[in-house]
C-alpha cells in the first residue's frame, strides 16, 4: 500500500486501508474499488490523501500502531471535550474520557515496543485542530517513554499533548482557517491560544503539567516564541518533547495554506530549526523514533533501482528494509529482492517517489491487461 494524493487519477485504484469518519463510522472499506463519486465524497469531507493497494507490493499492510477507528474515537472526544469546556468555562467540564482517550493510545503503543514507529494517518482539513491534537499526544508519548517510564507523568504529557491547543476554540474560525498569510493583527489573536488554553486547563486539573504544555509549546529554544519569550533551559525538557513533536505532525499535515511535506522532509526541517527553534535533543530523539520513510513508500535508490518500503530497522530509522522491485534499467523485476539498507552501506536513497514513473505503470497495466485475458 502507498499514501497518494486524493485525485481522478486514483479512480480504479484499490483503496488499501479503511477511511472512518470523525465519528468512527466506515465511510470507505480496505479492498474497495475507487470510483469517481467515491473520490468527490471524500473530497467534500476534506480528505486530500489516501492509502491505496501498491500494484507491485499488494500483500503490504499499514502498521497499526493506532488504529483509525481509535484514532477517530479519539479525536471525537477531544472535539466534544474542547467545545464543552469551553462553552462550561468552569471545573464541572468530565474530564474522564480524556483520560482513558490517553490511556487507550498509551496501551496501543505499549503494545507496539519496536524502537522505529510508523505513525502516519489520514487528517481532514476540516477537523485539523483535533486530529493533530491526538497525533501529538501519540508522538509526545513515544518520545517521552524513552526518558522515563513513570505512568503518572506519560499520563500528564499525554493529556497536556491532546489538549496542547483547546485554546485555539477561542480563536476566530476565519482566522483559524484562513488560505493566506495572516495580517499582524490575526497573528497576534492566534496567539492568545497559549494563554486561552492555560487559563482553561488550570481551571480543569490539579495537574500543572498539561496546563505549562498549553502555555508554552511555541516557546522556542533562542528565546524568539511565545507568549514569554522563554530560552532554553527555561523551557521544561517535557514541553520541548510535546513542541517537537507538534511541529512535525503540522508539517506532515495538509493545512488550509500548504501541503504536507513528506516524514523524511519534515525530519530534515526539524534537524534545521535545531538549536534555535527547537531543543537538539528533542530533535535527535524524535528523528531515532519515527520512521524517516513509512512502509508502502517509494524510493529511487542510488543505483537506480526502485523499492517499496517494507520494514523499519531499530538501529536507524532513516535506513528501512526495502523491496526492490524495479531494476535499474526501468524493468519490473519478476521476483522482487529484500534489502536492508543498513546492511548496505554503499546504497542510499536518491528519492521519495509519489507514484511509479510512466514507464513502469505502463508495465503495470499491461500486465493487468494479460491476466484479464485481454
Avoid: W
Avoid at 205 to 234: C, F, M, T, V
Avoid at 239 to 249: E, M, P
Avoid at 309 to 326: E, H
Wanted: hydrophobic share 35%; glycine share 6%.
Amino acid at each position: 500500500m502507498r499514501l497518494a494524493k486524493l485525485s481522478n487519477k486514483l479512480e480504479g485504484k484499490v483503496l488499501g486501508h479503511t477511511i472512518y469518519d470523525p465519528f468512527g463510522r466506515v465511510l470507505l472499506r480496505r479492498g474497495v474499488p475507487l470510483t469517481g463519486p467515491y473520490i468527490s465524497r471524500l473530497k467534500r469531507r476534506g480528505y486530500s490523501q489516501v492509502y491505496v493497494q501498491n500494484e507491485l507490493a499488494p500483500d503490504l499492510k499499514l502498521p497499526q500502531v493506532i488504529s483509525e477507528n481509535t484514532r477517530a474515537q479519539a479525536t471525537r472526544i477531544t472535539r466534544d471535550f474542547a467545545i464543552s469546556a469551553v462553552n462550561i468555562n468552569d471545573e464541572s467540564a468530565d474530564l474522564s474520557p480524556v483520560r482513558e482517550t490517553v490511556e487507550t493510545i498509551m496501551d496501543s503503543l505499549c503494545s507496539h515496543p519496536e524502537n522505529v514507529v510508523n505513525l502516519t494517518s489520514i487528517k481532514t482539513i476540516d477537523d485539523y485542530t483535533f486530529e493533530h491534537s491526538v497525533n501529538v499526544c501519540a508522538i509526545s508519548l513515544i518520545l517521552t517513554r524513552e526518558i522515563t517510564d513513570r505512568e503518572d507523568i506519560l499520563a500528564s504529557v499525554g493529556t497536556g499533548a491532546l489538549l496542547h491547543d483547546i485554546g485555539k476554540l477561542s480563536v476566530p474560525l476565519q482566522v483559524l482557517l484562513k488560505p493566506g498569510p495572516l495580517s499582524s493583527d490575526e497573528y497576534e489573536q492566534v496567539k492568545q491560544h497559549t494563554t486561552a488554553g492555560h487559563n482553561l486547563l488550570k481551571k480543569l486539573l490539579s495537574d500543572p503539567i498539561p496546563s505549562q504544555l498549553a502555555l508554552r509549546h511555541h516557546e522556542r529554544i533562542d528565546g524568539k516564541g511565545y507568549p514569554h519569550r522563554l530560552r532554553g533551559s527555561e523551557i521544561a525538557p517535557l514541553t520541548r518533547l510535546v513542541s517537537a513533536a507538534d511541529v512535525f505532525d503540522a508539517v506532515t499535515s495538509d493545512r488550509v495554506y500548504g501541503e504536507a511535506m513528506k516524514p523524511h522532509q519534515a525530519i530534515e526541517l526539524l534537524q534545521s530549526a535545531a538549536g534555535s527553534q527547537l531543543d537538539p535533543k528533542a530533535v535527535k530523539l524524535l528523528s531515532s523514533c519515527l520512521a524517516h520513510y513509512p512502509v508502502g513508500t517509494i524510493l529511487r535508490l542510488s543505483t537506480g533501482e526502485i523499492a517499496v518500503v517494507y520494514g523499519q530497522n531499530d538501529c536507524s530509522a532513516a535506513r528501512p528494509r526495502v523491496r526492490v522491485v524495479v531494476d535499474a534499467e526501468g524493468e519490473i523485476l519478476e521476483q522482487p529482492v529484500q534489502v536492508d539498507l543498513t546492511e548496505n552501506s554503499d546504497l542510499s536513497v536518491d528519492k521519495v517517489l509519489d507514484e511509479y514513473p510512466k514507464s513502469v505503470r505502463e508495465q503495470i497495466e499491461k500486465r493487468a491487461s494479460s491476466s484479464l485475458g485481454g
